[in-house]
């Protein structure tokens, strides 16, 4: 098989290696967007349609799949990375929102938006996900002391990598070409307003996409929908953007939060309760670290803030509703009693 023009899709050795002897000339694809009956796909000959059906296992956008000389599905190669999350309320099911994505860029503007904590929530769902993070300071023009806050974030992981940028100089935009080469996929992540869009445009080099610089001169007519959620870069990447990805929240991705925070895990197997919650238990070696100073205590509050909601946000619906109930007896004894206390 010719895997050249696949090169450009982000075929490489890992996918390469899982074909087998009996099927390795049969044509694969990436799926570059996912509609309710159909797949889009592209392959190295072009772009075309899959129709969906119960037989097929969960796939997403990103994903690469095989085919029969027919065309048919024939199977689903294993993923480098994978964002998803557990539907609302089910026991089982989950939604996979993007595959094999290489590198998130987490968007955080260097002004009012900046905040270490939503930072370290970001990189646990970048961790979960086995997809690389890059921190992206936006608005860096717009800062005093942009570098000061660079390193604070440099602060929660000496191999993390920083960047700050003002999205609107185009030579600044080089500063992520690195991540943006042949065959790379990258997605983006932060909150409204960062810059995101612009960054978009940026390294698309088309005005695709509304910022809300456009919006606030009203002139939405540049603003191009394509169906479509991977989109090529000028550098030769792909930028991966899907709606499920912007709204991701932390669900069953204590793994995630847990290597964020790979400092606080170490210190945590060293307590003298396995269950230890950190908080003011006898023998807390997480305590003693912030007592000694190894420790930031903000760093402790973050991390079990971000526990705590990813274990709220995992617990099923039924368990949800054994809560609420349980709460509403709770509501229900306290009002009788001061009834009774009344009569
Ligand atoms: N000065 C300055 N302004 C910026 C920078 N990046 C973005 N902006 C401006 O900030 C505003 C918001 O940028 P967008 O790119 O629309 O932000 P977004 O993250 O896409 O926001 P949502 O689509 O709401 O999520 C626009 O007016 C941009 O021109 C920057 O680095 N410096
Ligand atoms: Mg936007
Ligand atoms: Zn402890």
């Known amino acids: 098989m010719?895997?050249?023009?696949?090169?450009q899709l982000g075929w490489r050795p890992f996918f390469q290696q899982q074909l087998d002897l009996d099927h390795w000339d049969h044509p694969v694809c990436r799926v570059v967007a996912q509609h309710r009956n159909r797949l889009e796909l592209l392959s190295g000959t072009g772009k075309f349609d899959l129709a969906l059906n119960p037989d097929m296992p969960a796939i997403t956008v990103g994903d690469w799949l095989q085919l029969s000389p027919e065309g048919r599905f024939l199977r689903l190669l294993e993923r480098q990375s994978l964002f998803r999350r557990k539907a609302p309320g089910s026991k089982v099911k989950?939604?996979?929102?993007?595959a094999n994505v290489d590198t998130l860029f987490i968007v955080t503007s260097l002004n009012e938006d900046f905040s270490l904590n939503r930072i370290e929530r970001y990189l646990s769902l970048a961790n979960e996900a086995q997809v690389e993070p890059v921190v992206v300071l936006s608005k860096a023009d717009l800062c005093a002391e942009p570098e000061r806050l660079r390193r604070e974030v440099q602060n929660l992981d000496p191999l993390l990598v920083v960047e700050t940028i003002n999205c609107l100089d185009a030579r600044e935009i080089g500063k992520l070409l690195p991540w943006?080469?042949?065959?790379?996929?990258?997605?983006?992540?932060?909150?409204?307003?960062?810059?995101?869009?612009t960054l978009v445009n940026a390294l698309l080099g088309d005005e695709v996409q509304d910022t809300g610089a456009i919006r606030d001169k009203d002139d939405k007519g540049r603003h191009v929908t394509t169906g479509r959620s991977l989109h090529p870069m000028k550098g030769g990447g792909l930028l991966l953007d899907t709606p499920g990805l912007r709204e991701l929240q932390l669900t069953n991705c204590d793994e995630g939060v847990n290597s964020t925070f790979a400092e606080i895990t170490a210190f945590a197997k060293q307590c003298r309760f396995t269950d230890c919650q950190h908080a003011g238990e006898p023998g807390c070696?997480?305590?003693?670290?912030?007592?000694?100073?190894?420790?930031?205590?903000?760093?402790?509050?973050?991390?079990?803030?971000?526990m705590r909601e990813q274990a709220f946000n995992s617990a099923t619906l039924s368990e949800k509703?054994?809560?609420?109930?349980?709460?509403?007896?709770?509501?229900?004894s306290v009002l009788s009693e001061k009834q009774a206390r009344k009569t």
């Open 2 to 7: 010719d895997t050249s023009e696949l090169t």
């Open 94 to 98: 989950e939604q996979l929102i993007a």
């Open 180 to 197: 943006c080469g042949e065959g790379a996929t990258v997605a983006l992540m932060g909150s409204s307003g960062v810059g995101k869009s």
């Open 285 to 306: 070696m997480v305590q003693d670290a912030i007592a000694r100073g190894d420790l930031d205590a903000r760093r402790l509050s973050s991390y079990l803030k971000l």
């Open 321 to 332: 509703r054994a809560r609420d109930k349980r709460f509403g007896k709770m509501i229900k």
